[in-house]
């Protein structure tokens, strides 16, 4: 059994809390049996796990952890549990070292990508990553001054999608100047001028611009956007959280080309 001050503890709460270390080694923290089975699922490397005492007497940590073991991940319990030593707030039993997985971007069809322009809360980019799979978007985007998508908070709200998206980063104006090369249309969300979702062609490629919800989209970058949407809403409310506009926006790319299809 592991003491809370063994260096490899200690190493899994610097790779758990700081992104730094995160990107150095090449290593994130999956917490959790479901998304330990998630990762083991999609083929990620996982090289260790940690385990609080007593977890591999039930269920569902029992099943992970030994087929994590199966894979070659080495499993040792930590004296105290993990709750000191994790960036979230409750710590499912297990703890897992794995390799940032490298998935490449594809596509069945014409590309979707999912640009995050500074979008810094976990939740809303787990989200997003979740809705990019789910549509069978090409790829997500987080340029700089975005959230991590390798840390603890944005694995667990992408439910594992983050595992299996491609992933990347990058300056915003670079990244779009690139999706412009390609031919991409790049559509971003405005309340004042921008059309309704219907009303703009989705059906060829896409990239969806997604802003802070706070601060939108900053200047250079709105000089990038070919084409302006805006979501109708009825009552008091002025805006919606980027995870939710920039899901029901995927979904109506999705619509437009089942359409075009059908």
Known sequence: M?????????RLGRLSRERKVRRAEGRF???????????LAAGVE???CFVEPGALDREP?????AAATAAGARVDEVRGGLGGHLDVATPNGVAAVAVVPEVPATSTGPALDLVLIGVADPGNAGTLLRTAEAVGARSVVLTDGSVDPFSPK??????GSVMRMAVSSGAPAAVLARLGD????RVGTRGSDG?????????????????????GLPADVEAMVDAWTALPMVG????????????VLAFEVARQRRSAVG
């Open 154 to 159: 944005v694995v667990r709200a992408s439910a």
């Open 2 to 10: 592991l003491a809370p001050r063994n260096p490899r503890v200690v």
């Open 195 to 215: 059309l309704p979702p219907e009303a703009v062609d989705l059906t060829g490629p896409v990239a969806l611009v997604l802003g802070n919800e706070a601060h």
């Open 46 to 48: 996982v090289e260790e």
């Open 236 to 247: 008091a409310v002025e805006s919606l959280n980027v995870a939710v506009a920039g899901s």
């Open 29 to 39: 923290v999956i917490d959790g049996p479901t998304l330990l089975a998630d990762a």
């Open 182 to 185: 390609e031919g991409v249309l």
């Open 61 to 65: 940590v029992a099943s992970a952890v």
